[in-house]
């Protein structure tokens, strides 16, 4: 049974670049939650897809987007990548918006 | 508004010894509470969940965790720690379709 994956683990771009960002939940998940985490703090919740709307959304700006597919996959999509958007970036899976998220073992984003 | 708030960013302890871990939260409602452990360069494994009912709840890993309403508290425990606990310890609270996280406690097992 596989678990949340993430895709890819590491990226570099440079500033002003766009960056996408991929999720497949857990199997039998169907919604699928996004958080940043900069180095030493805990994770910041960006969104959540469920039945392929944002049911929710932190406190980020628009740069930040995303995506959810039919088959519960998701996307996460950055414009205008600034130095502040170095993080890991995780992905959760959880059967149903307020239950227990299971995570990817996030993709790891540098900007230079 | 809600927050959660882990007071100790570092902890070390003896392999062997207990361990607590503090959380507090701020929230109007009953939330759900969560601790999740991360392993450098991993993301996060729920190690155990409150929603309702029992206040001790056991988790995997031989950890527990006790709610107290009145302290507005979750703190995390285990009566012996192995050297592989040490990891990053989050706290986090569940309200509607948002999770809060604290900033997390770093724990260090010394042999």
């Known amino acids: 049974d596989a678990g949340v994956t993430q895709s890819p683990t590491h990226l570099i771009k440079t500033r002003g670049q766009q960056v996408t960002l991929r999720c497949s939940p857990k199997?039998?998940?169907?919604?699928v939650s996004w958080y940043q985490q900069a180095l030493g703090q805990g994770p910041q919740f960006i969104f959540q897809?469920?039945?392929?709307?944002?049911?929710q959304r932190g406190n980020f700006p628009d740069r930040f987007s995303g995506h959810q597919f039919p088959n519960y996959s998701s996307e996460l999509n950055v414009n205008a990548l600034l130095l502040g958007d170095s993080a890991l970036y995780l992905c959760?899976?959880?059967?149903?918006?307020?239950?227990?998220?299971?995570f990817g073992d996030g993709t790891r984003l540098s900007i230079l | 508004a809600q927050s959660v708030t882990q007071p100790d960013i570092h902890i070390t302890v003896s392999e062997g010894a207990s361990l607590e871990l503090r959380c507090n939260y701020s929230?109007?409602?009953?939330?759900?509470l969560f601790w999740y452990v991360q392993s450098p360069g991993q993301g996060l494994q729920l190690l155990l969940k409150?929603?309702?009912?029992?206040?001790l709840v056991q988790g995997i890993k031989g950890f527990e965790a006790e709610f107290k309403r009145s302290q507005s508290s979750f703190n995390l425990r285990k009566p012996s720690v192995h050297w592989s606990d040490a990891a990053e310890y989050f706290c986090?609270?569940?309200?509607?379709?948002?999770?809060?996280f604290g900033t997390g406690t770093s724990l260090t097992v010394i042999p």
């Open positions: 929230y109007g409602a009953t939330p759900y």
């Open positions: 199997s039998g998940h169907d919604t």
């Open positions: 409150y929603f309702s009912g029992d206040t």
């Open positions: 897809y469920y039945e392929e709307e944002e049911r």
């Open positions: 986090a609270v569940g309200t509607g379709n948002q999770f809060y």
């Open positions: 959760a899976s959880s059967f149903g918006p307020n239950q227990p998220q299971h």
